[in-house]
């Protein structure tokens, strides 16, 4: 089945820096990769997603950019704010499975 | 508001007692799936339904079991349960695309289970 890898798991910048995440995912057949953003006690939420047959999708400060060949996907949020602070998840699906696997999260920190 | 629905929002249990969580999906969603979030750790996938039927099917113990039911709402039965089953049980629902993930999945607001 599909397994996700995520990278780092902890991560801490200034505010107005820019914040890189990384995934990889083992099912070739995987064709939507979701992020997901989850504050402190509460549900995750979807911040953008990309599919397959896309390399790359921007929505203001946040981008994501898809290798299908190397089967990695990376969220890159520029000028951070200490309101970004928050657990980020990446996830593949669509795959052979038809569910969604996250990876393990991402703490993010973003310092006044 | 997601439109989705869980309850209960708390739950807390001695170990070896068996408990159902309840998960209403957002008008006209077809999929639900349940995840298990322990302390620090991430969505850990237990299973999927697809319009009354099982899709697939993740790290789930065989001491849980999960059904949808003909009106879409899914319930999750964790039995004979142990301190380690302590976690936040999120449901998800989606429109489906034939039981395969195409688009966004809709978090509920989560079960948080304490086994005492």
């Known amino acids: 089945g599909e397994n996700v890898e995520q990278h780092p798991s902890t991560l801490s910048v200034q505010e107005g820096d820019s914040a890189v995440i990384k995934c990889t995912y083992s099912?070739?057949?995987?064709?939507?990769f979701p992020w997901y953003k989850q504050e402190l006690g509460k549900r995750p939420q979807l911040i953008i997603d990309i599919r397959s047959n896309v390399g790359e999708k921007k929505d203001q400060r946040i981008a994501v950019t898809l290798n299908k060949t190397a089967k990695h996907f990376s969220l890159h949020i520029t000028e951070t704010q200490p309101e970004d602070s928050a657990v980020y998840f990446c996830a593949a699906g669509g795959g052979s499975q038809g569910n969604l696997i996250f990876g393990k999260g991402t703490k993010l920190s973003v310092k006044p | 508001d997601s439109g989705v629905t869980q309850t209960p929002k708390h739950l807390i249990t001695a170990t070896g007692q068996r408990v159902t969580l309840r998960c209403s999906p957002r008008?006209?969603?077809?999929?639900v799936y349940w995840y298990q979030q322990s302390l620090d750790q991430g969505l850990q996938f237990l299973i999927q339904?697809?319009?009354?039927?099982?899709?697939a099917k993740g790290n789930i113990l065989e001491r849980f079991s999960a059904q949808q039911f003909p009106d879409l709402h899914s319930e999750l039965n964790l039995s004979s349960l142990e301190l380690g089953d302590s976690a936040l049980y999120f449901c998800?629902?989606?429109?489906?695309?034939?039981?395969?993930?195409?688009?966004?999945?809709?978090f509920g607001e989560g079960s948080r289970l304490t086994v005492l």
């Open positions: 998800a629902s989606s429109v489906g695309g034939r039981g395969r993930v195409t688009g966004e999945l809709f």
């Open positions: 099912d070739s057949a995987s064709n939507y």
């Open positions: 008008s006209g969603d077809l999929s």
């Open positions: 339904y697809y319009n009354g039927e099982e899709r």
